[in-house]
């Protein structure tokens, strides 16, 4: 009898521990921040994409490896010389209500986006080149341009271009979808708690396959070290950048159950020039203080060797990104030479002005005053609450004769970059005016081949590199804080960390 | 009576249109939350920028923007979160209950530790026990309380795996923040306990009760606590206002999904309805306890009521 309850007793425990074993985990997440909305033309946050990335999809698809692939479209045509693009549409797609995806969908997206919802937020700004598109059929829409935009097919695949319901949104309104989202990714949210937690479960009728975790939350937890804490304890597995700071790399990989995963992000700094006044108006000037730095020695003591030193303001990643084009080299020597021929005296100061509240780079910045003072330049460090170096002090052409840029697009397109820094009359741009990097920028916007555009991106690169227009310093890796439970973790440079096929040991 | 009401309440209006200005005016030097929206839009122009202060209405004068906050407010509207709508209301309704709650919990800690640490020292006056107690109440005041904060998750979350190291999950989840307020304040409250206990214990009926034969722990404890009970709960209930400016650091640390947090949050997204909502809230429960207080001494003391 005893040893009949004993068996029973096994028999149950081993089926017990199977049910436990078949059945999917759930996965948490820790987010810096609440975007308050899962609308996507409400906001621009990267926090936003990185769980919206897994509500949403868009008419193509970008994933950790950069490459566009067909998302709900499943092929596009360039037409009438790239002023209209035909995309078949994906058949039996369904949103999470069940609301089927058609062409009706793609339309309503992009009119709402364009129309009057989508100017209350930063949204429709990426998307000015769309004047309107049409219905050809149900599995079939033409988007008519108002001129050709080379990078239209990347911006389809995040943001502002993610499709939304139309009948659901009828139903429920605009407010409400704010908050009760519904799309056609991997999971879908059910339950949102503002400033606390997101929860999302598989969505297995996605049209790229069901899921292999049951549940992710999302939590929102602002503090880094209360993250890592968080990690360390297990009950966070995926702490998503720019949470960890360079300081706690150390004390996650020295605990035994997290790691920090690193991945090259679009992020990059420079100091950029006054080249309007002041020594630093005399290119060789800039030249000399570039020389004067030593840049690699900056990445591997300050950043740990997270970032890579950058020959102009772009990451590799970049479209625009031109391996051949070597960074100035460290030469004091050859600085000294120059700063002489210019006639720069040896005591002359000068100002560096950084965002007050970014510790690493202060650091940074500390270590350039140093270089700079080893080729006889006073340089001081000013900080600046960021948002007023931000609005005030930069656009309007207030700044020392260096300052910070921090700068990164989740386009990985040089346009985004160049554009706004070196195009005559920018936000950006305060100082200089220049007639053929004007031409060559706009040039490049109206061009779809790409291989011509590429080429014409790395001209800019090559001769803003030679006119010493900023001190570029490197690029930043995008850094993870990775639980041993998680499997098939793959980081994403730009946050956007599709989770279909992570999976955890329990 | 009614005219001393009255004042209080005209000085208490006054006092929150100061604060709620202050507030408002200071904010909006700090940066555009248009900016903030859309930061990770690397091409948004000018353009761009304006359409979205003119959908926030921050393209209004800023008496304008003032005094639409104020209407809202005496009509009980505290506006939308400038991340996505949300009404202010609804954030504070989710949060002044956790922060309340965490409040009320701290002060039970600094409570039940202050009273018999500062009787002990108040009775072994001079000697060992009490010199011992002066010196960890230093130490305590001393002591940073994020500081305290990181370190007690460091142990009891980290190292032991004992407590939840954030969030507000269960009681297990009190025990760490409402610790770390709990010990800072008794630092401060264990002295005042020990001075009112002193003063006390040199009255005249203590000497009675002693001679009646009473035993200590009566004495001590029927007669002369509840005798200094009142110039405690008067501190007590004064440092609750000041508990609730202080839990801000605390409750970040925590991730506890309070005021504090709010407010934190807020200021780093230039969020000026939540923000200005927050201020508000903990301006009108700080004017509140100080105008009970001062009505209560209106009533025990006439000589209040005329001044």
């Known amino acids: ?506 | 009576m009614a005219k001393f009401l009255f004042y209080r309440l005209l000085q208490a209006l006054f006092v929150l249109v100061a604060v709620t200005l202050i507030v408002s005016f200071a904010i909006r030097l700090t940066g555009d939350p248009a900016v903030m929206l859309a930061q990770g839009a690397g091409s948004i122009t000018e353009a761009d920028l304006e359409r979205i202060r003119e959908a926030l209405g921050l393209n209004q004068p800023f008496l304008v923007q003032y005094l639409n906050f104020l209407k809202g407010l005496f009509t009980g509207d505290l506006g939308r979160s400038f991340m996505g709508g949300t009404p202010v209301g609804d954030l504070i309704g989710r949060a002044l209950p956790a922060t309340l709650a965490l409040a009320f919990a701290s002060m039970f800690v600094s409570i039940a530790l202050s009273i018999p640490l500062g009787v002990k020292a108040a009775v072994s006056r001079g000697r060992w026990p009490d010199q011992v107690i002066r010196v960890v109440s230093l130490v305590g005041l001393s002591f940073p309380n994020f500081w305290l904060a990181i370190m007690l998750v460091l142990l009891l979350s980290i190292t032991f795996n004992l407590l939840p190291p954030s969030g507000m999950e269960g009681w297990q989840s009190f025990i760490m923040p409402a610790a770390t307020m709990g010990i800072i304040l008794t630092a401060t409250n264990v002295r005042l306990v020990r001075t009112t206990m002193l003063e006390t214990l040199r009255s005249q009926y203590i000497m009675v009760a002693r001679a009646k034969g009473l035993s200590d722990s009566v004495v001590l404890y029927k007669h002369a606590l509840r005798n200094c009970s009142i110039p405690l709960i008067t501190y007590f209930g004064l440092q609750f206002g000041g508990l609730l400016g202080g839990i801000v650091v605390i409750e970040r640390v925590f991730n506890w999904p309070g005021l504090g947090t709010l407010a934190f949050d807020a200021v780093a997204a230039r969020d000026y309805p939540v923000l200005q909502g927050v201020i508000t809230v903990l301006s009108l429960l700080i004017i509140s306890i100080n105008l009970l207080v001062d009505i209560a001494y209106g009533f025990v003391d006439p000589r209040v009521r005329k001044s």
Not at chain 1, 383 to 395: G, R
Request: hydrophobic share 40%; with cysteine.
């Open chain 1, 1 to 506: 009898m005893k040893k009949t309850t004993l068996f029973k007793a096994c028999t149950l425990a081993v089926a017990m521990a199977a049910a436990s074993a078949s059945h999917a985990g759930s996965l948490t997440i820790a987010s810096p921040q609440d975007p308050g909305s899962w609308d996507p033309i409400d906001t621009f946050l990267v926090n936003w994409a990185s769980v919206g990335t897994n509500i949403f999809d868009g008419l193509t698809y970008r994933g950790p490896d950069l490459e566009l692939v067909p998302g709900l479209a499943t092929s596009w045509e360039e037409l009438d010389d790239g002023k209209r693009i035909r995309f078949t549409l994906r058949e039996g797609v369904v949103f999470h209500n069940g609301e089927p995806f058609d062409a009706e969908a793609v339309k309503f997206t992009f009119d709402r986006l364009l129309g009057d919802e989508g100017a209350r937020g930063p949204q429709r700004s990426n998307y000015t080149a769309i004047s309107h598109v049409t219905v050809v059929d149900d599995t079939t829409v033409d988007f008519f341009l108002y001129q050709p935009d080379p990078v239209l097919l990347t911006k389809l695949a995040a943001y502002g271009a993610m499709i939304v319901p139309p009948g659901y949104i009828e139903e429920h309104g605009e407010e409400y979808f704010d908050t009760h989202p519904v799309g056609t990714g991997p999971f879908k949210v059910v339950e949102y708690t503002p400033r606390s937690d997101v929860k999302l479960e598989a969505f297995a009728e996605h049209w790229g396959g069901a899921p292999k975790l049951d549940s992710v939350t999302y939590r929102f937890i602002s503090e880094p070290s209360t993250a890592v804490a968080e990690l360390q304890a297990g009950r966070v597995d995926i702490v998503l950048p720019p949470t960890v700071p360079i300081g706690m790399i150390d004390s996650i990989n020295a605990h035994p159950n997290a790691e920090v995963v690193s991945v090259a992000s679009p992020t990059v700094e420079a100091l950029r020039f006054n080249t309007q006044s002041g020594i630093t108006a005399d290119e060789r000037v800039r030249q000399a203080i570039i020389m004067a730095v030593d840049r690699q020695a900056i990445v591997d003591s300050i950043l740990a060797g997270e970032g890579s030193v950058i020959a102009s303001f772009q990451g590799e990643q970049s479209f625009g990104f031109d391996a051949s084009l070597e960074p100035y080299p460290f030469d004091p020597q050859q600085a000294q030479a120059l700063l002489t021929e210019a006639g720069v005296e040896p005591g002359t100061e000068l100002q560096i002005d950084i965002r007050g509240n970014d510790a690493t780079f202060a650091e940074v910045a500390q270590v350039v005053a140093a270089y700079l003072q080893g080729v006889g330049l006073n340089a001081s460090i000013q900080p600046y609450e960021t948002n007023v170096l931000l609005n005030d002090i930069i656009p309007a052409g207030r700044t020392g004769a260096m300052f910070q840029q921090k700068w990164g697009g989740w386009t990985f397109d040089f346009d985004n970059t160049a554009y706004l820094m070196y195009h005559s009359g920018e936000r950006w741009n305060p100082y200089d005016s220049d007639a053929t990097l004007d031409e060559m920028l706009d040039a490049q916007r109206s061009i779809t081949d790409r291989a011509e555009r590429e080429t014409l991106l790395q001209f800019v690169a090559r001769y803003t590199k030679e006119r010493a227009l900023e001190m570029p310093l490197y690029s930043l890796n995008a850094l993870y804080g990775v639980g041993s439970r998680v499997e098939n973790f793959e980081p994403a440079p730009d946050n956007r960390i599709r989770l279909t096929d992570v999976d955890v040991t329990e």
